[in-house]
């Protein structure tokens, strides 16, 4: 088979390092990849958003099997773009149409989505421009802490908290009055605040059938022990220790099974991943938030503990299998640290360069690129989030301080991590 994975992060990486050991992968593709994909595939110079390009790259090379990373060109229309053009009748996708994505393109979409399948969430409130004075009540009315939601994407960081009542105002007037998130926050979603401790649950769909993949728990926050501000994710663990047999199963009762069979009932034919962000309380699960995709960080702990051939489990999605498939589970823990630019989530620089990648211990440890690039025969730094590495342990504990002992061998100006991965299961 020969595969196209459009994305150039964690996520990427991760995925494409399991494609590479299938041997039903015959060429790997991936646009446009990182400089850690290009060990695992051939990476291609071309957008995640330029649809023709690759419409093209899928002719030129062949390709049978398409995998959407990212959430931006699925909430554009990049599977229905490539499955209803006439030269590519043979061209599968993982990854849901533009109707199946706006789960995550847009908030208020979701909530309306979880409020009519009956699946629990806090109580919410819609707000624009149009009925922004009757936005403002609700919020001087609202119980404290308020969660302001930005509708649409805003690559993770469309989030805000406020422990106060002029706080969340000023922080409602920066949304739609001066569009602190561009187009994502011209409707904003005000969220009742639930307490308790966040965990992430992964599910392959096929349309009609689904398989659970391994949860996890990631670290948005920049600073030690869950302060500043929220990034795309500083690090993550799986398995989550407090995530029970029993809690496993009223996540799938009563969230996993009337999501796939909401998005049945409603005509939306969903082939993909589907992220469901929860928040767990006295071991009662809430959604958050539902993504399209995989997580990152959380990518880079799940895939590493799935045993079976992904490729395999893909096609099984293809062509609506995956009831015979069982997902076999790495016993092991697997906790990831991300190395990020001095100055994330705010501004950094770019393109310096990376020292000691190749010193990680392969037999407990992996190093995922995530925003680097090659230049002049040299790995340099191309984002925020710059690289992670996964280990293997024999708890959290044990996996997170493999992982900060290996981040010692690899080195650029100014990078930064924190310490404390998986701190509260210590």
Not at 95 to 101: D, F, T, V
Request: charged content about 25%.
């Amino acid at each position: 088979m020969r595969i196209l994975l459009l994305g150039s992060g964690g996520r990427e990486h991760a995925i494409a390092w399991k494609i590479a050991q299938s041997p039903l992968c015959e060429k790997l593709f991936i646009a446009p990849g990182n400089a850690g994909t290009s060990t695992c595939g051939t990476n291609l110079p071309i957008g995640v958003t330029d649809f023709e390009a690759i419409k093209d790259a899928c002719l030129s090379h062949q390709i049978n099997l398409v995998i959407v990373g990212p959430e931006e060109p699925l909430v554009k229309g990049i599977t229905d773009y490539l499955i209803t053009h006439p030269a590519l009748k043979n061209l599968d996708v993982i990854g849901p149409g533009k109707a199946g994505a706006q789960l995550e393109g847009s908030k208020a979409f979701a909530k309306a989505f979880m409020m009519r399948h009956n699946i629990p969430t806090a109580a919410y409130g819609e707000f624009t421009l149009n009925n922004y004075k009757e936005g403002v009540e609700y919020l001087q009315n609202h119980t404290l802490p308020i969660v302001l939601k930005a509708d649409g994407l805003a690559a993770g960081k469309g989030v805000v908290i406020c422990e106060n009542h002029l706080e969340a105002i000023a922080e409602f007037d920066l949304m739609i009055q001066r569009a602190k998130f561009g187009e994502a926050s011209k409707k904003v979603v005000v969220e009742q605040f639930l307490k308790g401790i966040e965990m992430s649950v992964f599910v392959l769909i096929d349309g009609k059938n689904y398989v659970i993949l391994p949860e996890a728990k990631d670290y948005k926050r920049v600073g030690e022990g869950d302060t500043g501000p929220n990034t795309g994710g500083m690090g993550a663990i799986s398995p989550v220790p407090f995530a029970t047999p029993s809690l496993m199963k009223k996540i799938e009762e009563r969230i996993i099974k009337p999501t796939v069979e909401g998005l049945s009932k409603e005509g939306l034919e969903y082939r993909g991943f589907i992220f469901l962000g929860l928040m767990v309380e006295d071991d009662e699960p809430y959604m958050i938030e539902y993504n399209c995709r995989m997580g990152d960080p959380e990518t880079e702990v799940v895939v590493p503990r799935i045993k079976n051939d992904l490729v395999e489990v893909f096609t099984a999605a293809t062509t609506q299998q995956l009831d015979k498939i069982n997902i076999e589970t790495d016993s092991r823990t697997t906790a990831t640290v991300v190395a990020v630019s001095g100055g994330y989530p705010g501004d950094y620089k770019k393109d310096i360069e990376i020292k000691g990648l190749g010193d990680i211990n392969p037999d407990d440890s992996i190093l995922f690129h995530m925003g680097t690039t090659e230049k002049e025969g040299k790995v340099v730094t191309n984002g925020g989030r710059v690289f992670c590495i996964t280990s293997y342990g024999t708890s959290v504990f044990d996996a997170a301080t493999i992982s900060k002992e290996e981040m010692q061998k690899v080195s650029f100006e100014k990078k930064y991590y924190r310490s404390d991965i998986g701190y509260e299961f210590e």
